[in-house]
């Protein structure tokens, strides 16, 4: 049996290519959501466009939020709307579960709407901020709403044993790499 297939807790294969696989699924994950807004702008008639908001990247609805607040409160909701119905669709969908990928996934996921609901919701150019200055929701109806979702979801994949140790890659045999290793100097 090869190192690199063996299989660790939850069935994870320890890979030497765990994180990097990890890292692949959480970057799709953001990506999703920023296809999600985009998607919707174009949706809608506009032109989205891309561009940085003190050095952060951003994506620019093409919307006048004052002509049309409810567009640019479906263009501000698409990114972490995305991101749940992906979340949910591989808790719900069966398959075989588990994988770095998918782990990546769920953990941008969640990662994402954690920052948004908790820090990112004040930023100039979060999509919470913008749901709320449309009128249509306010910052807490918005944050009970993902929140409620996000919340289900980490629940859900703590009672699923596919889940196990979300972060840590498992290692060969029955252990669990976690840490840190140093070589010699």
């Known amino acids: 049996m090869p190192d690199s297939a063996t299989s660790g807790p939850a069935g994870v294969a320890a890979s030497h290519h765990y994180w990097r696989t990890l890292v692949l699924g959480a970057a799709t994950s953001i990506l999703a959501h ?10 809608l008639g506009k032109h989205p466009s891309f561009g940085f908001d003190e050095y952060r990247p951003t994506v620019y609805s093409g919307i006048d939020p004052h002509i049309k607040p409810r567009d640019q409160f479906y263009f501000s909701a698409a990114g972490l709307t995305v991101q749940s119905i992906i979340d949910e669709a591989i808790l719900d969908i069966p398959h075989s579960r588990g994988s770095a990928f998918e782990r990546g996934v769920l953990g941008g996921g969640l990662g994402t709407t954690l920052f948004y609901l908790t820090i990112g919701r004040w930023g100039s150019v979060s999509d919470v901020d913008f749901m709320a200055r449309t009128r249509v ?4 109806q918005i944050t009970a709403i993902f929140g409620a979702i996000a919340a ?11 889940y196990a140790n979300f972060f840590a890659r498992p290692g060969a045999g029955s252990g669990m790499d976690l840490g840190v290793s140093v070589g010699p100097f």
């Open 137 to 140: 929701w306010n910052k807490t």
């Open 34 to 43: 920023e296809a999600g807004h985009v998607t919707t702008s174009l949706a």
């Open 152 to 162: 289900s979801h980490a629940f859900r994949m703590s009672r699923d044993g596919h």
